[in-house]
């Protein structure tokens, strides 16, 4: 029998075979008792009830849990109460990030349109004023010793209107002044004594413009241009011999003797401009209040219709 070798290892040094079967061996042993362990650490578990039987009928039918209350026939079941729905919230809106936006742009305003006047299908205007000259206003043209002219005049306009505020149309009046009788420069150096008695038709074309100011207050103006026709007498009486100087204003004239007729002229040219303020009294009347010229300068109030 042969003798065993000699160990070349060193004393006290394991070999590498035992030492990993060791390792192994433990590792069995600790995957052994972890189940143990965990089971240890868990709460005890509740045992379930047993399962219920469930019996079908061989001919056919409903099942039927055994040990439940068999349902009455025709009976119905009771109706699901419906839910309510929870609200959906919108998907969050996402900002986009950007140059600012232009604003929108402004719709152009609407014209307003303008306002309608009623226009009248005829104005009929009555005036009633005086006239009147004063001396001095001839004194300042070379007529020396001119007397004061006065007078009344009344006249009637018809006006067909072409829009509320123009109308057109004729006028028909009657003028009477009132001149004292006096000595006259005459020709040359003489001095007579004249008296006139004279009444003037006035007709004419005629222009109205209508404009309303506040509330019932309107604005008149009118402008026209007619004939004055004079009807009557102008006479000149010679005066006295004898008249001083300085006198003749005063000098004494023949009654009858002497007494002459003047001849009128046909026709002469009137024009007529005035303005003033009109109030509205209703039912298309006004009254009127104007100032102007008419042959001679005028002031006087009137009456008015526009219908």
């Given at each position: 029998m042969a003798a065993p070798e000699p160990s070349t290892r060193p004393p006290n040094v394991r070999s590498p075979a035992k030492g990993r079967g060791a390792g192994l061996a433990w590792a069995a042993i600790?995957?052994?008792?972890?189940?143990?362990?965990?089971?240890?650490?868990?709460?005890?578990?509740?045992?379930?009830?047993?399962?219920?039987?469930?019996?079908?009928?061989?001919?056919?039918?409903?099942?039927?849990l055994k040990g439940e209350p068999a349902p009455v026939p025709g009976a119905r079941l009771a109706p699901l109460t419906p839910q309510a729905k929870r609200p959906v919230a919108p998907p969050a809106r996402k900002e986009r990030v950007g140059p600012a936006a232009a604003p929108p742009a402004l719709a152009a305003p609407r014209p307003v349109p303008p306002r309608i006047e009623a226009l009248p299908a005829l104005m009929v205007l009555l005036d009633v004023g005086g006239i009147g000259l004063p001396g001095s206003a001839m004194t300042a043209f070379g007529y020396d010793g001119f007397a004061s002219v006065r007078g009344a005049a009344v006249d009637v306009s018809v006006l067909w209107p072409t829009s509320?505020?123009?109308?057109?149309?004729?006028?028909?009046?009657?003028?009477?002044?009132?001149?004292?009788?006096?000595?006259?420069?005459?020709?040359?150096?003489?001095?007579?004594?004249?008296?006139?008695?004279?009444?003037?038709?006035?007709?004419a074309?005629?222009?109205?413009?209508?404009?309303?100011?506040?509330?019932?207050?309107?604005?008149?103006?009118?402008?026209?241009?007619?004939?004055?026709?004079?009807?009557?007498?102008?006479?000149?009486?010679?005066?006295?011999?004898?008249?001083?100087?300085?006198?003749?204003?005063?000098?004494?004239?023949?009654?009858q003797a002497g007494r002459l007729s003047d001849p009128l002229p046909a026709a002469l040219p009137s024009v007529q401009l005035s303005g003033g303020l009109a109030f509205e009294l209703g039912g298309g009347l006004h009254l009127r209040a104007e100032a102007g010229v008419r042959g001679l300068p005028w002031v006087g109030v009137g009456l008015g219709l526009r219908r």
């Open positions: 600790a995957m052994a008792l972890l189940p143990a362990t965990a089971l240890a650490q868990a709460p005890a578990a509740t045992e379930l009830p047993p399962p219920a039987p469930l019996y079908v009928p061989d001919q056919g039918g409903r099942a039927e509320p505020r123009h109308a057109f149309g004729a006028r028909v009046g009657v003028g009477v002044p009132v001149m004292p009788a006096r000595n006259w420069w005459g020709e040359g150096s003489t001095v007579t004594y004249i008296d006139i008695d004279v009444v003037a038709l006035d007709l074309f005629t222009y109205a413009y209508w404009r309303p100011l506040i509330g019932r207050l309107s604005l008149i103006g009118r402008a026209g241009l007619g004939l004055a026709i004079p009807v009557g007498d102008v006479s000149r009486i010679e005066v006295l011999p004898g008249c001083k100087a300085g006198q003749e204003a005063r000098c004494p004239h023949w009654r």
